[in-house]
């Protein structure tokens, strides 16, 4: 089982939608939890934490479920500008502080 | 700038030649990390350093490939004997601590041909 795993892309979603990513990851060690954002051939930047109590950032919303292992990225009213690649990322902690990836979900926002 | 550097951008190289690439972290930053990507994937785990120790390295990295961070600032990646599959974007992060955002460079584009 991978470390971390995601939805398969791609997600093909009209401008004003709403889409929602998910993630799993296998270590239940996992201390951390981010959303990263990846646009065509540059690096990835964070978009936001996961934290256990749920987190809202306009219209991101993120989720944890530590018992499931489970993450999951909600995106409301889709705008043009969120096409992009969406990387689930776990943070093992301590001495294990390597950064886990998962292989990110590519949405694309139409008009 | 301030934030990470890579150097450099882009290499190509012949199969079997050794290459070396640099990141410069954010200057506070203790966390420094280097990955691989390819098309369509994630970034892939390289190796994690915590100042000058090197703490953890993907069982995935053969030994043609080694890194260090010798006074816990700048850190290079080598790669001995290069081969096409080797042919990726090697990226470098840091970040201040565990739990914290970790900041990527811009990355260095190998193509070994």
């Known amino acids: 089982r991978k470390e971390v795993e995601q939805d398969p892309g791609p997600f093909n979603v009209p401008e004003g939608a709403t889409v929602a990513f998910n993630c799993t990851y296998s270590?239940?060690?996992?201390?951390?939890f981010f959303w990263y954002r990846q646009d065509c051939r540059k690096e990835p930047k964070l978009l936001m934490s996961?934290?256990?109590s749920g987190n809202e950032d306009g219209r991101f919303t993120a989720q944890l479920n530590r018992a499931s292992q489970y993450i999951s990225l909600l995106i409301r009213d889709s705008k043009l500008s969120d096409s992009a690649t969406y990387l689930c990322?776990?943070?093992?902690?301590?001495?294990?502080?390597?950064?886990?990836f998962g292989k990110g979900t590519k949405l694309s926002v139409k008009p | 700038d301030t934030g990470v550097s890579q150097d450099p951008r882009h290499k190509i190289t012949k199969r079997g030649q050794n290459v070396t690439f640099r990141c410069d972290p954010i200057?506070?930053?203790?966390?420094l990390y280097w990955y691989r990507q390819t098309l369509g994937q994630g970034p892939e785990f390289l190796t994690y350093?915590?100042?000058?120790?090197?703490?953890?390295k993907s069982r995935l990295l053969s030994d043609r490939f080694s890194a260090e961070r010798p006074k816990g600032s700048f850190s290079t990646l080598e790669i001995q004997r290069t081969e096409q599959g080797d042919s990726a974007m090697y990226l470098c992060?840091?970040?201040?601590?565990?739990?914290?955002?970790?900041?990527f460079g811009q990355g260095t584009r190998l193509t070994v041909v």
């Open positions: 270590n239940s060690a996992s201390q951390s």
């Open positions: 350093f915590q100042n000058e120790a090197q703490l953890e």
């Open positions: 992060a840091s970040g201040l601590m565990t739990g914290h955002e970790a900041f």
């Open positions: 200057s506070e930053h203790n966390r």
């Open positions: 990322v776990v943070d093992l902690g301590g001495s294990q502080g390597n950064l886990i």
């Open positions: 996961v934290y256990s």
